[in-house]
Nanobody, 124 residues
């Protein structure tokens, strides 16, 4: 049982950078895979990035690969999504999600714990 909460969203101009944070608390936070998803109004959840609980690999969605970097501190209580070269199409609500153990899947339905989301708006 964990709780996750995102922060760091806001308004940023195209080409700019922004770093989101995901704080995790509860029992055995180190045993949870973590992922970032985003959702634009009226759209499906889109996979952004994920890391398994073992921390062996990091995976990225095609639309953000090369621009976004996901990381997590050693305690695994805080995750980050560093976003660079932002585009207007990156505008969405960004969610942090966690799955006990897990395999860092890109399928949002596999994740059991979600934050409330943080709005990222990229202006042109």
């Amino acid at each position: 049982q964990v709780q996750v909460a995102e922060s760091g969203g806001g308004l940023v101009p195209a080409g700019g950078s922004l770093r989101l944070s995901c704080g995790a608390s509860g029992n055995s936070v180190g045993s949870y895979s973590m992922a970032w998803f985003r959702q634009a109004p009226g759209k499906d959840y889109e996979f952004v990035a994920a890391v398994p609980w073992s921390g062996t690999n990091t995976y990225y969605g095609d639309s953000v690969k090369g621009r976004f970097t996901m990381s997590r501190d050693k305690s695994k209580t805080t995750g980050y999504l560093q976003m660079t070269s932002l585009k207007p199409e990156d505008t969405a609500v960004y969610y942090c999600a966690a799955e006990f153990l897990g395999r860092a899947t890109s399928d949002y339905q596999r994740y059991d714990y979600w934050g409330q989301g943080t709005q990222v708006t990229v202006s042109s």
